[in-house]
Structure formats: C-alpha cells, structure tokens
C-alpha cells in the first residue's frame, strides 16, 4: 500500500505543469553555463564552480528520470516511449564519464543535455516526430535529387568546361556549384553572369536548373514534412481520445451493473411481497 502511494505521490509530481517548466529552466540553465564554459579565461577561474553546476544539474535530472520510473506503471513502460529512453541515455551517460580524462567527450555530453528540450516541450517533439516519419520518403526524393545533381554537372562540365573551370572543371566541382546554386547563394551574379559573358545561351541551362533543382525538389522537401506533420498531429489526438473512450467504457459497465442490481433489488422485493 506504501509503495502504491508512493507511485501517486510521483505521478502527480510528474504530471504536474510546474514539473515540466523547472525541467526546461534547468536545460537552460545548463545551456548557458555550458556556453559560458567556451570562454577559456573564465572556465580556468572558476572550473570548481562549473563542476559543482554541472554536479548539481546532473543530479536534478537523475532525480527526474527516478521519479518518471517510480511514477510509469507498469516501471518498464516508462522505456515504450522513445523519447524517455532518449533522455535515459543522455543522463546515465553523464554518470558514466565522471573524472573521465576525456574532457572534451564529457564536454559535448553536457551539450547534449540541451537537446533535452525537444523531449520536454511537446510542440518541438511533435516537430521532430515528423522528422522522422519523413525519413523514408526523403529517401527516394534524395535519390531523385541525385540523379538531377548527376546529369546537370555532366552537361555543366561539358558546356562551360573551357568558360569557368573554376566552377565546371571537373564533374566534382560542377556539383559542388551546383549544390550553391540550389542554396541560392551568389548563383546569378556570382556564377550564371560571368559564365553568359562568354556564352549568352547559358541563362537557359541555369534557370532550368534553379527551377528544378531547388522550387521543384525543395517543395517536394516541404510537402513531405507538412503531410507526416499533419499525421503526427492526427496519431497523437487518436492516443489521447483512446484514454477517455477507455474510461467511457468504463462508466457505461458500471451503470449497467449498477441498474442490474437495482433490477435484482426489486423482483426480489416483488418475490417477497
């Protein structure tokens, strides 16, 4: 019965709203003391300091995850979402690497605390969810994007050659300024122009490429991300309406059981009389 209080006790410790906005302060509290460790000339002043911030800061996270634990029910729940296993991994890390001589891995480690945020504020986890999901789709656009890189920097090469071999040397260096191109840095003045100096028909060799390379793909890009966002939004207010189509169920149950017995009650009385 002690242990069961104790795992409400931590469930309204985690699920309160206050909860989740010291985990946030103490993202960023740590990503500023980690900013501030950059400079060298404070970090060597006050390196005990920022030792003992980062002790305290590890121990208030590790308090965090052993509340999550006590409080999923079953314990090894807590692991089903990947986002806890996520910052699991960030803070067991941290303990792992204490007066490791690796400065510069326990370093980046406490860098990655940062990345916490994403687990902790549901609209940047949503985001990356999304992310995700457009993984494989990004696949077979990426390939696509390949193909067009592949068969412009050999028409590039072969056209502009002798012209700007600077920019279309090789097949190497016409993809590299293929790929500023569809940045959109400096391509009209810094590339197309001085190549139409020597031949005007250019234009039409890089205007193609900008209108496919980057409206064409880039929007494929967008429109990927949009519809696997619009999916996670959708999964995720299915997950949250199962819990309270669940606990209709339940009500509809108990008021059936309850009107039976009420039932039972009175053709018993009926029987009696």
Not at 12 to 31: M, T
Not at 78 to 103: T, Y
Request: with cysteine; hydrophobic share 55%.
């Amino acid at each position: 019965m002690e242990r069961k209080s104790i795992s409400i006790l931590c469930e309204n410790i985690v699920n309160h709203k206050l909860f989740n906005a010291f985990i946030i302060f103490l993202i960023l509290i740590n990503a500023v003391v980690v900013g501030i460790e950059t400079y060298g000339h404070l970090y060597e002043r006050y390196e005990h300091w920022f030792y003992l911030s980062d002790r305290i800061i590890l121990w208030l996270f590790t308090i965090e995850i052993m509340l999550k634990l006590i409080a999923a029910k079953p314990t090894f729940q807590f692991f089903k979402d990947r986002w806890n296993v996520f910052d699991f991994i960030i803070v067991a890390s941290g303990h792992i690497f204490v007066g490791s001589r690796f400065l510069t891995v326990v370093r980046i480690l406490r860098v990655l605390r940062i990345f916490r945020t994403i687990s902790i504020v549901p609209s940047l986890r949503k985001l990356v969810n999304a992310l995700l999901l457009t993984l494989p789709s990004l696949g077979t656009i990426l390939m696509l994007m390949v193909l067009i890189f592949y068969v412009f920097s050999v028409i590039g090469t072969m056209l502009f050659k002798a012209i700007a071999p600077e920019y279309f040397g090789t097949l190497q260096q016409s993809a590299l300024t293929l790929f500023q191109m569809v940045t959109l840095e400096s391509w009209a003045s810094g590339v197309m122009r001085p190549v139409m100096e020597h031949a005007p028909w250019a234009w039409v060799y890089f205007v193609t490429f900008i209108l496919i390379g980057t409206f064409v793909i880039l929007n494929l890009f967008v429109g990927v991300i949009v519809n696997n966002f619009e999916r996670v939004e959708a999964e995720e207010k299915a997950e949250q309406a199962d819990p309270e189509q669940e606990m209709l169920k339940e009500e509809i149950q108990l008021l059936r059981q309850e009107m039976k017995e009420l039932k039972d009650i009175i053709q018993q009385s009926n029987t009696n009389k």
